[in-house]
């Protein structure tokens, strides 16, 4: 088991940044593979950015590509969104997922995900 704890998330004029965290617990984070998910109203979870267990290996959704940054620390059990020039269509939920993996990928799709979190607002004004 791994318990996830998002964090970070807030109301943000448009053009603005923010950071989300997210904190892991239990088994060892360095053999999970780890992924961000927003989910808008009326809308379907998609997924926002996915980074491999080492972190050489990330992957962006077009939308957010050139704004936001994945990384991760496997020494403070603690991978991180950082979000740059946000957009009203950010608008979202936010959520951090985990899956025990050994190949050294990344994942983008919800169903690949084991652990989640109880995910994080955030709200882009324009």
């Known amino acids: 088991q791994v318990q996830l704890v998002e964090s970070g998330g807030g109301l943000v004029q448009a053009g603005g940044s923010l950071r989300l965290s997210c904190a892991a617990s239990g088994r060892t984070f360095s053999r999970f593979a780890m992924g961000w998910f927003r989910q808008g109203p009326g809308k379907e979870r998609e997924s926002v950015a996915a980074i491999s267990r080492s972190g050489g290996s990330t992957h962006y959704a077009d939308s957010v590509k050139g704004r936001f940054t994945i990384s991760r620390d496997n020494n403070e059990n603690t991978v991180y969104l950082q979000m740059n020039s946000l957009k009203p269509e950010d608008t979202a939920v936010y959520y951090c997922?985990?899956?025990?993996?050994?190949?050294?990928?990344?994942?983008?799709?919800?169903?690949?995900?084991?652990?989640w979190g109880q995910g994080t607002q955030v709200t882009v004004s324009s």
């Open positions: 997922a985990a899956v025990y993996e050994i190949g050294g990928n990344y994942y983008t799709r919800p169903q690949e995900y084991n652990y």
